[in-house]
């Protein structure tokens, strides 16, 4: 019976070959944590290219405008006082190029010589494998080794997150540190310079959910949920407070209205799954959360709300995003106050 592949499976194989000291000839790296994703490139620049003979056996290319036979010349260049060289191809939409690089970039992969480790890195570009083109897609499935980097689960983030407030002389407990996570999200590199100003503010040891709450710059999504949970409440003026402060900060109308109707549909479903009897698991089920803490505030804003208002709130969440999409000239901004203001007094009635 064949094993099914995880989608950490890649990373988990890099990180054997780094510790292993057995790096493959060829890796494409890709996925929205560019933290881990550059850690590993520094640590196989590290293994790979000794210290002064970075212009030997280092070679960083963009991909825009990069051919075939110019990645060739870098791939064979041979290795200078070391075993191995390294390549790093930075967004090259392979997919795009013209049939005859195509066939060179084939032709490359599948005669890599061992002394070079080609690192193919999307970062601004998105990768987007196309089956369509097959020879290159089997050449890349077959000589490259694909890692995608996302972001760690729950507990690996909060270990993490403990350790770097340990080393600046700070605790955290579980709940805070869920706390931190809901509100500045889960990309380590976000999170880097949030935790560095919350340890600079806090005053006591034991860090606490009034620090975060101080200073701690909350992602998108984390204040879209505090707006809809204040209409739930029938607080208007602090969804209005809340709405003000993402329009200052140039967020679209049209994306937050998108955020908006997301997280009502996720609050209709914490209503049904009260009415039904069921547990925040089934809710984390439902939406693929990572972890309990949002399941377990949206069941209890759930408690407040009737499941006819959360039906009508996604209805008129819909009809308002079509309204500003298909009117010439709507004011998206206006619509999506007074969307608040509607659902906020019949949160209450």
Not at 73 to 98: F, G, H, I, N, S
Request: charged share 25%.
């Amino acid at each position: 019976m064949a094993v099914k592949k995880t989608q950490n499976d890649g990373y988990a194989q890099l990180r054997a070959d780094m510790a292993a000291g057995t790096l493959a000839p060829a890796y494409l790296f890709h996925g929205e944590e560019s933290y881990l994703r550059e850690f590993c490139l520094s640590e196989i620049r590290r293994q790979l290219v000794p210290e002064g003979f970075e212009a030997f056996n280092f070679h960083r290319l963009e991909g825009k405008g990069l051919t075939a036979q110019a990645l060739t010349e870098a791939v064979e260049a041979m290795p200078m006082m070391a075993e191995r060289t390294m390549v790093q191809v930075v967004d090259w939409d392979v997919y795009k190029l013209p049939e005859e690089q195509r066939r060179g970039l084939i032709a490359l992969l599948e005669d890599l010589p061992p002394y070079c480790c080609l690192v193919l890195v999307y970062d601004l570009l998105e990768y987007k494998p196309n089956r369509t083109y097959k020879k290159l897609y089997g050449a890349l499935t077959a000589h490259v080794r694909e890692v995608k980097f996302q972001p760690l689960n729950q507990d690996q983030l909060m270990t993490w997150v403990a350790r770097r407030l340990k080393a600046a002389g700070h605790t955290i407990d579980v709940p805070t540190a869920e706390h931190l996570l809901f509100t500045c999200g889960a990309l380590m590199n976000q999170l880097i310079p949030e935790i560095a100003k919350i340890a600079a503010y806090a005053q006591g040891e034991r860090i606490t959910r009034a620090d975060i709450d101080a200073v701690a710059s909350p992602v998108v999504e984390a204040q879209v949920f505090d707006m809809t949970r204040a209409v739930s409440r029938g607080d208007f003026d602090r969804a209005a407070e809340l709405l003000g402060q993402l329009l200052t900060l140039q967020q679209e109308p049209f994306m937050l209205l998108s955020l908006m109707g997301g997280e009502l549909r996720r609050l209709h479903s914490a209503r049904i799954a009260l009415d039904a009897g069921r547990d925040r698991f089934w809710l984390m089920e439902q939406w693929n959360m990572r972890s309990d803490y949002q399941a377990k505030l949206l069941l209890e804003n759930a408690r407040r709300v009737s499941r006819p208002w959360c039906a009508r709130a996604v209805r008129r969440c819909c009809e308002t995003d079509l309204r500003i999409k298909s009117v010439s000239g709507a004011d998206g901004a206006g619509e999506l106050k007074l969307l608040l203001m509607e659902l906020a007094q019949t949160s209450r009635a």
